[in-house]
């Protein structure tokens, strides 16, 4: 049974950092698509970060230059480093990972994310 489990959230204010973690169990797969996602009070789910297996990494607008992705492959462990953080980065952050034949059919945010984590929250105030 494949389980995500996020961690990391919290408060911090405005500029401040955070790193989330999102550790992955249950599963082996030759390749996978990863994402970050987030969904705010009253607002849509939206995509905020992504990784392949290989590392290629896809990033919103929004976050672009604040927010990074990365993986540890061999502990099935991903982090989201949040930098320069705004409070409309308030919300609770998701992870996501999809398995796939090979790292180049990956398609950022818009994968077809099959297993989810339960989020963790993560409040910037101003």
């Known amino acids: 049974q494949v389980q995500l489990v996020e961690s990391g959230g919290g408060s911090v204010q405005a500029g401040g950092s955070l790193r989330l973690s999102c550790a992955g169990s249950?599963?082996?797969?030759?390749?996978?698509?990863m994402g970050w996602f987030r969904q705010a009070p009253g607002k849509e789910r939206e995509g905020v970060a992504a990784?392949?297996?290989?590392?290629?990494?896809t990033y919103a607008a929004a976050v672009r230059g604040r927010f990074t992705v990365s993986q540890d492959n061999a502990k099935n462990t991903f982090y989201l480093q949040i930098d320069s953080a705004k409070p409309e980065d308030t919300a609770t952050y998701y992870c996501?990972?999809?398995?796939?034949?090979?790292?180049?059919?990956?398609?950022?945010?818009?994968?077809?994310?099959?297993?989810w984590g339960q989020g963790t929250q993560v409040t910037v105030s101003s």
């Open positions: 249950g599963y082996t797969y030759i390749a996978h698509c």
């Open positions: 996501a990972i999809a398995p796939v034949p090979a790292a180049k059919y990956c398609k950022g945010l818009n994968d077809d994310f099959r297993h």
């Open positions: 990784i392949d297996s290989d590392g290629k990494t």
